[in-house]
């Protein structure tokens, strides 16, 4: 079988990785990929926003499979093309997509059947919001109605700085049309988690429960970022809240789906928030695996992972055995480059990743990594996910840390209290 991964990040490095070890895989492409992937998997550059190239390559190729990392091909129906060319491939069609794509969709849908949320006013009109968030004051969130690489939620504690933000996204449009329209939301107080499945549009398969690090300092400080790090299982989910979040969130978003015309195939990644009640509500839906929580979650899981994209896609995911583990605690710690997530520096040259090789609980998933001669340099924000599997919250801290200080790069930044919520909550 020959397989395709579109996408070039930590997470498809970690997508490719497990696929690797699947026994009916002969070869792997990604494209773009990374230099990380480029040692499993044949990298090509192909434009993702060219539809017609890709189904060429792929069909040249006689790919058996597709699998889809990232949200923008997704939102321009990467998945309705290669179905229309009879190509197996794994994600939502555009019309699913709009979950993330688009902000005001999701909080409509959600709205509409009941699925626990912030509640929420949308704008097309800067005199409007200026006068809704003057009449409730802070604390409130500000989020583009489009996709923003996860840069479009503002969560406002002062009313001067909304306002501002209000005329950056509305007025100077800072982020383009994506902020057209936006929404104003309930602030939500309390722990979020990232709650990922499968699913055929029918039945659903979880995976653990994660929790991402959005902020790039430590304490939750700073700008956010695509996330620097994630770690899995969680300990503040129990099974009475885990049963609410699959019935109350993940199945009756995906039968809304369903019933709004949208066979909703792929991955539902739920970003939650526990309430202090107790109680989950949805911050936000992505259509696509997370990033890095991806990295944390393939290094723990046992199963195949070929099976599994394909009961989706024949609508066979109720047939599947819940998904087996590894014992124990998986954290990713992210080494992002200097000037992150503003503007990242590149071209830095990547040591000691070779003192990292041969230790079975430590794996290093790359994302802005380029390969040339021997070498590894950055080429991206994010540069490396550093993984590791420990008995214990401790144990898995103490492992990533250890591994994270044999790697060296220029400006190199990262988070140090990668899993220690988990440990202040025992
Ligand atoms: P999003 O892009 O929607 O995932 O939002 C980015 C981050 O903003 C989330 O991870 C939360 O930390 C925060 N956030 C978004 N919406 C809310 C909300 N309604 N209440 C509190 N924090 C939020
Ligand atoms: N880790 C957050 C995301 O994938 O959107």
Redesign the pocket.
Known sequence: MKVLIIGGGG?EHAIAWKISQSKGVQSIFCIPGNGGISEIADCVDINLQDLDGLVKFAKREHIDLVVVGPENPLAIGIVDYFEEHDIPIFGPRKKGAQIEASKIFAKELMDKYDVPTGSFRIFSDFKDANRYVNEIGAPYVIKADGLCA?KGAYVIKNNDVGKEVLKNVMVNKIHGEAGERVIVEQFLSGIEA?YIVFTDGESILPMLASQ?H?PLLDNDKGPNT??MG?YTPIPFIDDGMEDEIKTGIMKRTINAMKNEGADYKGVL?G?LMLMDDKKPYVIEF?A??????TQPLLFKMENDIVPIFQSCIEGTLNESEAIQWKDGVSVCVVLASKGYPEKAEKGMVINGLDDLKGDKDVMVFHAGTKKVGNNFYTAGGRVLGITAIGQTYRDAMRKVYDAVSCIRFDGMQYRKDIGAKAISFH
């Open positions: 997470r996860g990232s991402d959005k695509g996330g994630a990644y970003g992505n696509r695996l997370g990033d890095p929580e």
